[in-house]
T-cell receptor, first 113, second 115 residues
Framework: NAGVTQTPKFRILKIGQSMTLQCTQD?????MYWYRQDPGMGLKLIYY???????DKGEVPNGYNVSRSTTEDFPLRLELAAPSQTSVYFC????????????FGPGTRLTVL | AQTVTQSQPEMSVQEAETVTLSCTYD???????LFWYKQPPSRQMILVIR??????QNATENRFSVNFQKAAKSFSLKISDSQLGDAAMYFC????????????FGTGTSLTVIP
């Protein structure tokens, strides 16, 4: 199993541009999450999904959108990128509420200039 | 929202020695889970150890153990026989047992291991 994979690893955007961060897991996990990690800070939850077709907001959803059309994929869309969105983005997945561990992807470093 | 506090931004330990990383949390819930994650320079988050709040026994995983004090809302991580590979950022995290969909992370402690 590859686990949780994220693409791209690095990206530089100009203000106002849009992009999609890709996340795929091959563990048949129902739950998937997007976090951002700002320098010197812990992770903040952006959005999460409890299954295909179901998504919900986390702590910091503004400026982002998600979709979950399949169990495997959970892309994060940035519309009209702003410098405040410069961060490292982590995707994670877990099988269910009863299994408490989250499996993380390697992260995407995004810079908005 | 729950809050998780790690009051030690940086810690250092001599190789083969023991170090303890502190974590406190704020919650009114009785059912929850606590975690320590390790983030090496590769940035990947790796689960180190977890503790269910309903369990009185402290969790242990090889050289890693926790001191879980439920009344004090404290959850410290002890690393014994520290190794160079233990150098990383360590994050404490909380997850509700009831609403359970969100994890709350502390700001992290950067651990340096001195040869």
């Amino acid at each position: 199993n590859a686990g949780v994979t994220q693409t791209p690893k690095f990206r530089i955007l100009k203000i106002g541009q849009s992009m999609t961060l890709q996340c795929t897991q091959d563990m048949n996990h129902n739950y998937m999450y997007w976090y951002r990690q700002d320098p010197g800070m812990g992770l903040k939850l952006i959005y999460y999904s409890v299954g295909a077709g179901i998504t919900d907001k986390g702590e910091v959803p503004n400026g982002y959108n998600v979709s979950r059309s399949t169990t495997e994929d959970f892309p994060l869309r940035l519309e009209l990128a702003a410098p405040s969105q410069t961060s490292v983005y982590f995707c994670a997945s877990s099988y269910s509420i009863s299994l408490t561990e989250q499996f993380f992807g390697p992260g995407t470093r995004l810079t908005v200039l | 929202a729950q809050t998780v506090t790690q009051s030690q931004p940086e810690m250092s330990v001599q190789e083969a020695e023991t170090v303890t990383l502190s974590c406190t949390y704020d919650t009114s819930e009785s059912d929850y889970y606590l975690f320590w994650y390790k983030q090496p320079p590769s940035r990947q988050m790796i689960l180190v150890i977890r503790q269910e709040a309903y369990k009185q026994q402290n969790a242990t995983e090889n050289r890693f153990s926790v001191n879980f004090q439920k009344a004090a809302k404290s959850f410290s991580l002890k690393i014994s026989d520290s190794q160079l590979g233990d150098a990383a950022m360590y994050f404490c995290a909380y997850r509700s047992g009831d609403t359970g969909n969100q994890f709350y992370f502390g700001t992290g402690t950067s651990l340096t291991v001195i040869p």
